[in-house]
């Protein structure tokens, strides 16, 4: 049975760090594309940062030079490294894994909480 398991939310204040891990098990194809969506309270999800398999990587504007996405496909995990976070960073961040074709799928983690004090 596929399952993302995320781990490292927690609490921070503005202008520190964090690392978010989701590892991916129970899942036989590789992934084309892994990536971090956050929901905040009252907002819809949102993208906040994902990476093929190859290594190509797309970030939301918003987090564009803070944030960074790695991946280990050997391992099935993808981390997200968080710098000079902000307020406006808190939410639940939400791991997905996805793949396309004649063996498709599009998996979530249960979500990992992220809040960034003033």
């Known amino acids: 049975q596929a399952q993302l398991v995320e781990s490292g939310g927690g609490l921070v204040k503005a202008g520190g760090s964090l690392r978010i891990s989701c590892e991916a098990s129970?899942?036989?194809?590789?992934?084309?594309?892994m990536g971090w969506y956050r929901q905040a309270p009252g907002k819809q999800r949102e993208l906040v940062a994902q990476?093929?398999?190859?290594?190509?990587?797309t970030y939301a504007q918003s987090v564009k030079g803070r944030f960074t996405i790695s991946r280990d496909n050997a391992q099935n995990t993808v981390n997200l490294q968080m710098n000079s976070l902000k307020p406006e960073d808190t939410a639940v961040y939400y791991c997905?894994?996805?793949?396309?074709?004649?063996?498709?799928?599009?998996?979530w983690g249960q979500g990992t909480q992220v809040t960034v004090s003033s």
């Open positions: 990476i093929t398999r190859a290594g190509d990587t």
């Open positions: 129970g899942i036989s194809f590789s992934a084309d594309v």
């Open positions: 997905n894994a996805r793949r396309s074709g004649f063996i498709d799928y599009d998996y």
